[in-house]
């Protein structure tokens, strides 16, 4: 085991297309979004003193040996030192984020993420990025009920994916960098609770939600099409369209819809809800031209009620397959 500090982070993330139908087996697109940070830092302790967990941005901290199984930091821990084979480390995790909670950009995941690797990299182990998106699922199920696999995937990754559940990773080419800026309504979306409300509206109606879940898999589908052609303009209109299919589906709101049709208004090429909906994020694909200028449509998003906004490009990573 090393004796000296070890640091990690990981990002936070965005869901281009394809929430809640992913959770139903079609395909989902993410990307990293680098903007927004977690980092997990380890400090070796003296002998004896087992491993305290520290997160004070939350104003919470727990020594691993007295924190219950559903201890989301704890089980990320043990899970770690399990897959490593290793007994509790002497020392003070502590966990800092950058990344909005609730808000659909993969807190819960990048916590964990930084934190498998930061453990991994205390005991000088380093684990590839299917190792750690398995152990952060193992995570997310705490968080979210019946997570997709989607968060811990495109955060471990650290690249744009194109994602089905229980199918193996496929990374997204992306042929013409894109830009987005992502609105925050600053009202927390819980994942756990949405999901389930979708799950039981679909139990009602299962051929009305499966005919919804189709048509958002075939806007996927057509997404990924354009990002891998590098034709960025078609996907203004696909937002468009999962937006529309995300209200019918019962889990956007008047404040996402607003934010939504003002960044269309102010010059977006497109836009939607990203991540569980009814609170959380939206997303508007933005082309920046002599006409129009990034800063119009941050104005317009503030103005219709976001309380911080984030431009992030989607590109592909150099050593991308």
Known sequence: MSHKRSLSSAPGKVILFGEHAVVYGRPAIAAPVTQVQASAAVTPAAPGSGLLIAAPDLGRQVTLSTAPPDDPLAAATRLTLAHLSAP??????????????????????????????????????????????????????????????????????????????????????????????????????????????????????????????????????????????????ALGPLMDENHELLIEMGVSSPILDELVEAARFAGALGAKLSGAGQGGAVIALVEETADLDLAEIIGALTEAGARWTICTQVDSPYHAS
Do not use: M
């Open 88 to 233: 509790e480390p002497d020392g003070i995790l502590t966990i800092h984020s950058t990344i909005p909670i609730a808000s659909g950009l993969g807190s819960g995941a990048a916590v964990s993420t930084a934190l498998v690797r930061a453990l991994g990299s205390l005991l000088g182990r380093k684990l590839p990025a299917d190792s750690v998106s398995e152990i952060v699922f193992e995570v997310e199920k705490i968080h979210h009920g019946t997570p997709s696999g989607i968060d811990n995937t495109v955060i471990a990754f650290e690249q744009p994916i194109y994602f089905v559940r229980e199918r193996p990773v496929q990374r997204l080419r992306v042929a013409a960098p894109f830009t987005l800026v992502i609105a925050d309504t600053g009202i927390r979306s819980p994942t756990k609770k949405i999901v389930a409300h979708v799950r039981r509206a679909w139990k009602r109606e299962p051929a009305h939600y499966d005919a919804l879940f189709d048509q958002i898999g075939d806007v996927t589908d057509e997404a990924r099409r354009a990002i891998e052609a590098g034709q960025t303009s």
